[in-house]
């Protein structure tokens, strides 16, 4: 029964990470630091729908795996904002339908 379970929650995980759209940003200020890159992860992260936040200092990047059915580009766009860096530019790309 437990392998059951463990099975399905599996599965459901799987099909949940292949839902998911990505958005890929640089922001101004751009970060210079760790500081910065965690300020950007403890904030962003409380978004409605974010999965997972990669931030990149030598590239100046942010990436964020999101569920695109609990939230939108412009919630981000936001909470960037809320906590002083403007976006960019920026690069949307949808989940695939199954």
């Known amino acids: 029964m437990k392998g059951i379970i463990l099975l399905v929650a599996f599965v459901l995980q799987s099909v949940s990470s292949q839902a998911a759209d990505t958005l890929r940003v ?40 999101y569920d695109g059915k609990k939230t939108s580009r412009k919630d ?3 909470a960037f904002r809320k906590i ?11 989940a695939k339908k199954p």
Not at 29 to 51: A, D, H, L, Q
Not at 84 to 93: A, L, P
Request: contains cysteine; positive net charge; proline residues 4%.
């Open 26 to 65: 640089t922001t101004s200020p751009v970060m210079t630091c760790s500081n910065c890159e965690n300020k950007i992860k403890k904030n962003i992260r409380f978004v409605k729908g974010t999965k997972r936040i990669i931030t990149d200092i030598p590239t100046q990047t942010v990436t964020v795996i």
């Open 76 to 78: 981000f766009e936001e």
């Open 84 to 94: 002083g860096y403007e976006i960019k530019s920026k690069e949307t790309v949808k």
